[in-house]
């Protein structure tokens, strides 16, 4: 990918109960026995809030059918409760790293629409199991700060 064919940054949980630990190990042997290369998310964020990150910032990735070409793809552990059902089980820790993550490629990628994987077409399922208006509300507030800080400083 280019840096202007970055047109999504698509959120994704990982499916996993918040009551069972989904290790960075257990994520790459799931993709690659899907046949990815290694994990398929640009980042992986766990529950304690430590992020890893598993491509290339430019790098296609393999999280989104059909738009892999065109966006960088963040995932959370977590997503279901304790019965398996569709459920916010973020943590603060998660909460507090998603935040800085998404502000950072907000900033890198101002044209970049930020998306849950539900809210792309065709998407049958309930990932990331969170309230994207909500969600973008908090980050665009928080965008449209560092902006107001940057435009200080000239
Ligand atoms: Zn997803």
Known sequence: MLEKDVKYIVLHCSATRSNQAYT????????????????GYH????QDGSVTQHRK??????HAMGYNHCSIGICYEGGLDVNGNPC????????????????????????AKVVGHC????VHKACPCIDMETWRKELAAHVK?????????R
């Open 24 to 39: 960075v190990e257990q994520l790459t042997r799931d993709h690659q026995a899907r046949g990815f290369r290694t994990v």
């Open 43 to 46: 980042f992986y964020i766990r």
């Open 57 to 62: 910032l430019l790098e296609a990735g393999a």
């Open 88 to 111: 916010d089980t973020r943590t603060e820790a998660q909460k507090r790293g998603l935040l800085d993550l998404f502000i950072i490629l907000s900033k890198m990628f101002p044209e």
């Open 119 to 122: 809210e792309l077409p065709h």
């Open 145 to 153: 700060h560092f902006k107001f800080a940057k435009d200080c400083c």
